[in-house]
């Protein structure tokens, strides 16, 4: 086979190069190829979609999946890339059935995302699932319907705080499990200790500054064992602590692999290679800093640059830098959780409390540099909108009503 321009990895980076491939350079032929079985596909509504609601697959695909179809781009499913040949522009493929092909191209798009971290701990025990695909999310929702099975979330970031709050919502005891003390605490101890609150007092057990250190069936059903020595019921546990980029498969290929693949501004990786979305490490001219986001507005926005620079390389045109503001949503308890900008933890927190919600402001020195919202939409749609130039302090004080301040 060979193509033009070639988009490795199926979901939001990949749908969202292709889109902009075929408006911008239509004449340029597109293949997509994903190891999954289906079309590219929202992933956020998984850990989200309540569990007496229907997780429609075909309401979750890409709408634009019929119309690139029409317009001639080629979905190669349930086929893996196994190998990138930088020098001869080829990618190595192993289909589902077992037989391998190869994949001419112009340009080449890496947008194979992450995958979720099993401990050693975990691996191959019945009833213990990841969450990242739709298959994931089908096989969990389906572990935990038996109501009178108990369930554990490892990890209280924001994939094990939706599932947990979606089993709350349902009237379902559920305890999540941390060796974080402060849930979150990357962003500061009041936004920990208001996500610790939220699922507190949303009826989810936690249990917090506590690792798991071992599994154990008892005669009502599989325990989890704590390092203090505590146990949380655990017939079926979801792991939620981390992802890691995809880039196995990349190994050989003489590509920069750190933490993901190494990029410019240009998300380009090496000659006619580039990539997109949670697999990409880049340096972000917004903030002066190299950074990997794993966040879907991210994904989207590194999908269209990384789109039109393919595109612009074989037509001649020039390249497009990226520079973004990261941003990301999740919902909780009802409750909307906003975050953009970019910290490193060394900023002064300023917290503005109020009866609908609360505000934190990152601030570093005389700049702005984040804003997280527990609700509080109209304010954060401001803030969010004033990052993505550089934002001083005095224009943001205004909008705030302070309570404190911290280091
Ligand atoms: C349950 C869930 C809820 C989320 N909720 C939110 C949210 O509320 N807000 C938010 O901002 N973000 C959220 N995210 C994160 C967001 O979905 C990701 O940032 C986004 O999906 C990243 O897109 P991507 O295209 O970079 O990669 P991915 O979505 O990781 O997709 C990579 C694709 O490449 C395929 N692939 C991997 N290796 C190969 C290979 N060798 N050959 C072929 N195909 C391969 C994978 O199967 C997959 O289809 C959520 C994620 C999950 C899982």
Redesign the pocket.
């Known amino acids: 086979m060979k193509t033009d321009v070639l988009v ?8 969202r190069a292709a889109e902009t491939i075929a408006r911008h350079a239509p004449d340029l032929g597109v293949i997509i ?4 079985e289906h079309p ?1 596909y ?7 979609v309540g569990l007496t609601d229907d997780l429609d697959l075909a309401a979750l695909t890409y709408p634009s999946v019929a119309d690139l179809q029409s317009k001639g781009v080629r979905f190669v499913l349930a ?4 190998y990138l040949d930088v020098a001869a522009r080829r990618v190595d ?1 192993l289909d589902a059935s077992g037989a391998t092909g190869s994949i001419e191209y112009g340009a080449v798009i890496v ?6 971290i099993v401990p050693p701990l975990f691996r191959d025990l019945p009833d213990v699932y990841s ?3 739709f298959q ?2 089908t096989a969990l929702r389906s572990a935990v319907s038996d109501r009178s099975r108990s369930v554990a979330v490892i990890g209280a970031g ?2 094990g705080g ?2 947990a709050a979606t089993l709350a919502k349902d009237g379902r005891d559920v305890t999540i499990v941390d060796l974080a003390e402060k849930p979150l605490g990357r962003f500061g101890d009041r936004v920990a200790a208001d996500y610790a609150a939220l699922h507190r007092d949303s009826g989810v057990a936690l249990k917090l500054g506590d690792g798991v250190v071992g599994l154990a069936d008892t005669p009502d059903g599989r325990v989890l064992q704590l390092a203090s020595g505590a146990t949380v019921p655990a017939d079926v546990v979801l792991l939620g602590i981390g ?1 890691r980029p ?1 880039t ?2 990349l190994a050989s290929s003489g590509l920069t692999l750190n933490n993901g693949v190494e990029c410019d501004e240009h998300l380009r990786a090496a000659d006619r290679v580039y990539a ?5 490490r880049w340096p972000n001219p917004r903030f002066d800093s190299v950074m990997r ?8 926005e ?2 269209r640059v990384a789109g039109m620079n393919a595109a612009n390389v074989l037509t001649g045109a020039d390249p497009v830098v990226c520079s973004t503001v990261p ?5 909780q308890h009802g409750k909307r959780i906003q975050f953009s900008g970019f910290i490193t933890g060394a900023e002064e927190i300023v917290e503005s409390q109020g009866p609908d919600g609360s505000l934190f402001v990152y601030r570093s020195g005389d700049a702005v540099t984040g804003v997280l919202a527990f609700e509080r939409r109209a304010e954060f749609v401001k803030l969010r909108a004033m990052l993505r130039r550089e934002t001083s302090w005095e224009s943001v004080e205004p909008m705030l009503t302070l309570v404190s301040s911290a280091p």
């Open positions: 490795v990895g199926g979901s939001v980076a990949a749908i190829v994903s190891d999954e590219p929202e992933r956020p509504p998984l850990s989200k086929t893996r890339a196994t493929t947008t194979t995302g992450c995958e979720p969450l990242r695909h994931d999310a924001f994939i939706e599932f992802v995809s196995d498969w997109a979305g949670d697999v990409v986001i794993e966040h879907w507005t991210n994904a989207a590194q999908g941003y990301f949503w999740s919902d």
